[in-house]
């Protein structure tokens, strides 16, 4: 089979399979050769690891393990450096002495310490909902209450970019589901009206603030169609949690929304830098998750030492506004400068900034040469997202410097004007 050496692995799949190839084994076959040589080209950036963990500036290897180079690292998530804070790391070293290193159960098995309890009051104050469920991770809280919280004659309604983890709860749910274009009001307006009354509920569903592309959604819109249509929202917060709101409270609580949100649903391995996710939402969800979500009831609860680092890092952002401030003051300094220099940034808002590269072979070697240059970034490609809707994403951090930006600014501008990303010199960087 002839293929393009820089096809990414999932297209390469996706050809595989257009062609009439369904054996699982000679599918491995070709993707494992494919892989290889990817990874012999350095164009495989899954291969690459962080030889102390993630930081801002960082030493990066191959998968072979047989290069290694400083990095300005852009692909992490969090936010606000909290993972590096040594309040943070002291109160976790603390609390696996006394709590130990595992949780070794599920939550209703016993598997929660004071720790976990103390987190689930912390964020239930926080939030100003009226309880928390707290879930090993943010993938299996989304897994966990989309499967289990819509009903037998409910429909789930869900933006187009959603998360990978929400369309396996409402595939897992076994529900009838619809999409709506991203951030397109009037075609959730049109779901909205065609199923009202067909259904006893219809869930939307949604992401603050979109991974992918850095657009946030237009919640309070969505809000307001209650008056019109009878629904519930659920609103996943994973990229918005800890860097909006009143000390990191979340952008539903930045829009003063948080009533008339009905599932706030969060990440707590971003901004907060630990693992975990939790949702917030009325107490009277709480029995049908214990018993339905089988994410929730049987799977075990995250580790002291994470509890402890979600506490910590919360009361850092309480501390500290500087935290969040310096974050989006990043965001707008980074921004400008590369919107003033003609790349095409979507319509993204958040501290995720996309520079859209639709030609995939050009966003493979713009990318691989960025890399080269000791610029770490994730390039995402069909059928991550649409054909020639391929990017290169930049997730910011407080603790990125006035140095970093400019260096990286400075690289993409080169490369930008090298690779015909952007047509002619604009402004100075
Ligand atoms: C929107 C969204 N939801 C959920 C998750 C899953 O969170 P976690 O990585 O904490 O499991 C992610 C992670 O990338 C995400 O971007």
Not at 232 to 260: K, M, P, Q, R, W
């Amino acid at each position: 089979m002839r293929t393009t050496i820089s096809t990414p692995i999932l297209s390469y799949m996706k050809q595989l399979e257009s062609q009439g190839l369904t054996d699982i084994e000679e599918i491995c076959d070709y993707l494992y050769e494919h892989y290889v040589q990817q990874v012999d080209q350095g164009l495989y950036s899954n291969g690459r690891y962080i030889e102390r963990g993630s930081d801002v500036k960082a030493k990066v290897s191959t998968a072979l393990g047989d290069s290694s180079q400083e990095c300005i690292l852009w692909c992490i998530n969090h936010y606000l450096g909290l993972n590096r804070n040594q309040k943070v790391i002291d109160k976790v070293c603390k609390a696996v002495q006394e709590y130990g290193t595992g949780s070794g159960t599920s939550a209703l098995s016993g598997g929660m310490s004071t720790l976990h309890k103390q987190v689930e009051h912390k964020l239930q104050q926080l939030i100003g909902k009226e309880s928390v469920l707290l879930f090993p991770t943010g993938f299996t809280a989304n897994l966990g209450c989309l499967s289990a919280l819509p009903g037998k004659n409910d429909i789930i309604i869900f933006d187009r970019e959603c998360h990978a983890s929400i369309i396996d709860g409402i595939k897992l749910s076994g529900k009838k589901w619809v999409t709506f274009k991203h951030n397109n009001l009037h075609d959730l307006e049109q779901k909205l009206s065609k199923y009202q009354g067909d259904y006893e509920n219809i869930f939307v569903v949604v992401e603050s603030a979109y991974s992918m592309s850095g657009d946030l959604a237009p919640l309070q819109e969505i809000v307001l169609l209650k008056q019109k249509y009878k629904f519930l929202i659920y609103v996943d917060e994973a990229h918005t949690f800890g860097i909006y709101g009143t000390n990191g409270a979340g952008y539903c609580s930045h829009l003063n929304l948080v009533e008339n949100i009905d599932f706030i649903v969060a990440s707590l391995s971003k901004a907060i830098a630990s693992i975990g996710g939790f949702v917030a939402m009325k107490s009277k969800y709480i029995p049908l998750l214990h018993w339905r979500a089988n994410a929730y009831t049987f799977q075990t609860c995250l580790t002291p030492g994470d509890a402890a680092a979600i506490l910590a890092s919360l009361e850092e952002i309480e501390n500290n506004s500087r935290l969040i401030n310096s974050l989006h003051k990043n965001n707008q300094y980074m921004r400008q400068h590369l919107k003033n220099l003609g790349f095409d940034l979507g319509t993204s808002q958040s501290p995720i900034i996309p520079i859209f590269i639709p030609d995939v072979e050009k966003l493979q070697a713009f990318n691989k040469e960025l890399y080269s240059r000791g610029i770490f970034s994730v390039s995402i490609f069909y059928p991550v997202v649409k054909p020639h809707e391929g990017r290169i994403r930049f997730t910011l951090s407080t603790t990125h410097t006035k140095e970093h930006i400019d260096t990286t600014v400075k690289v993409l501008h080169e490369l930008g004007l090298k690779h015909g990303v952007i047509k002619s010199e604009m402004v100075a960087a």
